[in-house]
């Protein structure tokens, strides 16, 4: 148990999925995993334990933002033991390539500060995914036939962005999509020795202002979830 996390020793197993929304871990514990518990839920942060395939899997809500994903992964990895973090959520497309639906794997995080900025000073450390975690769930989206893109994202600190000028050139250098969280995950997991990728679906688009309906989000968000879980543990 700790601060924010009131599971117990053995309750979350080492590959860890990290919706953003406590109640989407809740919606993806029920529908992919089989005998989930819930394990935690200190503060209304929701996390479930169960099996997929017969592997010990938990899903655990991150909150909105580095800082809140920083927090529980910090947990998750130095007290529980986690080894696998995918972090799966929604996005907001940033490319005239992406749309709606769409599936992002992120290759690369981008971001102007993360809650680990300091300790860089001034180095900018570049945050990837995990290669074996990427090369696993690009496979598994083609073979589900689902229309995906493996590259860089922007992870950002505010949610109301006042950046235009920023947002363009992001386009221009091909940046496939906006949320945030992933910059931090993935400094994180470098930090630790863990593995680390994040699957996100495009829920709304920064420029065509195309936006999901809520009640349509979590009927979409099916194939991320199956993608993130076949990158965790790779079919033969």
């Not at 972090?87 to 390539?97: A, E, F, V, Y």
């Not at 630790?192 to 202002?209: E, G, I, P, W």
Request: hydrophobic content about 40%; some cysteine; glycine content about 8%.
């Amino acid at each position: 148990m700790t601060i924010h996390i009131g599971a117990k020793p053995g309750d979350i197993a080492e590959t860890v999925l990290m919706p953003g929304d406590p109640l989407r871990a809740k919606w993806a514990a029920e529908t992919f995993l089989d005998d989930a518990k819930l394990v935690n839920e200190t503060r209304g942060m929701l996390g479930y334990t169960g099996t997929w395939n017969g592997n010990p899997v938990t899903i655990h809500g991150s909150g909105m933002g580095m800082p809140s994903l920083s927090i529980y992964a910090n947990e998750l990895i130095k007290d529980f033991g986690a080894k696998t973090l995918i972090r799966i959520g929604s996005t907001g497309g940033m490319s005239h390539d992406v749309g709606l639906r769409d599936v992002i794997i992120a290759m690369t995080a981008s971001s102007v500060s993360t809650p680990s900025s300091g300790i860089f000073k001034e180095l900018n450390f570049a945050p990837c995914a995990d290669y074996s975690l990427l090369r696993a769930a690009a496979d598994a989206a083609q073979a589900k036939g689902v229309t995906t893109h493996v590259g860089g994202i922007y992870s950002s600190d505010v949610f109301y962005d006042e950046r235009p000028d920023l947002n363009a050139e992001m386009t221009r250098h091909g940046v496939l999509a906006v949320e945030m969280e992933t910059a931090e995950l993935y400094i994180l997991a470098a930090r630790y020795n863990c593995r680390a990728l994040s699957v996100v679906t495009v829920s709304d688009h920064l420029l065509t202002h195309e936006a999901l309906p809520s009640e349509d989000r979590e009927r979409s968000f099916g194939d991320m979830v199956d993608i993130a879980l076949h990158a965790a543990f790779p079919q033969d």
